[in-house]
């Protein structure tokens, strides 16, 4: 990642929803945002407008629809606070396809 993006904030989102329908949504809905990095786990790196749309994207357009089993968590951090591993460690990289 570039030195300038290093302090961005990010959120990682993380649910658990029983409904496929609803599911299939949320998923496209971060899609358009952020990388999946697990099955029900997107990370999404923009501007602190783009990040404040997406949480109240899910707020709004989520929330009331959401079982009483279902959970929808997002967690706010810093690029440079971020520990990764393994090919968690390519998230974020500047790629180049030719």
Same mark, same amino acid.
Not at 31 to 44: D, H, L, N, T
Not at 51 to 79: C, W
């Given at each position: 990642?570039?030195?300038? +993006?290093? @302090?961005?904030n990010v959120?990682? *989102?993380?649910y658990? $929803?029983s409904? /496929?329908?609803?599911?299939t949504?949320? %998923?496209?809905f ?6 999946r990095i697990?099955?029900?786990v997107?990370?999404i790196q +923009?501007s @602190?407008?783009?990040?404040?749309? *997406?949480?109240n994207? $899910?707020?709004n /357009? ?5 079982? %009483?089993?279902?959970?929808v968590?997002?967690?706010t951090?810093?690029?440079s606070?971020?520990e990764?591993?393994?090919a968690?460690?390519l ?8």
């Amino acid at each position: 990642m570039s030195e300038k +993006n290093i @302090d961005k904030n990010v959120i990682i *989102v993380t649910y658990d $929803i029983s409904d /496929d329908r609803l599911r299939t949504k949320l %998923s496209k809905f971060l899609e358009q945002y952020g990388v999946r990095i697990q099955y029900s786990v997107f990370e999404i790196q +923009n501007s @602190d407008r783009i990040l404040k749309a *997406v949480r109240n994207g $899910i707020k709004n /357009d989520f929330e009331n629809l959401l079982g %009483s089993g279902d959970s929808v968590y997002v967690f706010t951090t810093k690029y440079s606070t971020m520990e990764r591993y393994g090919a968690a460690k390519l998230l974020g990289d500047d790629l180049i396809f030719i």
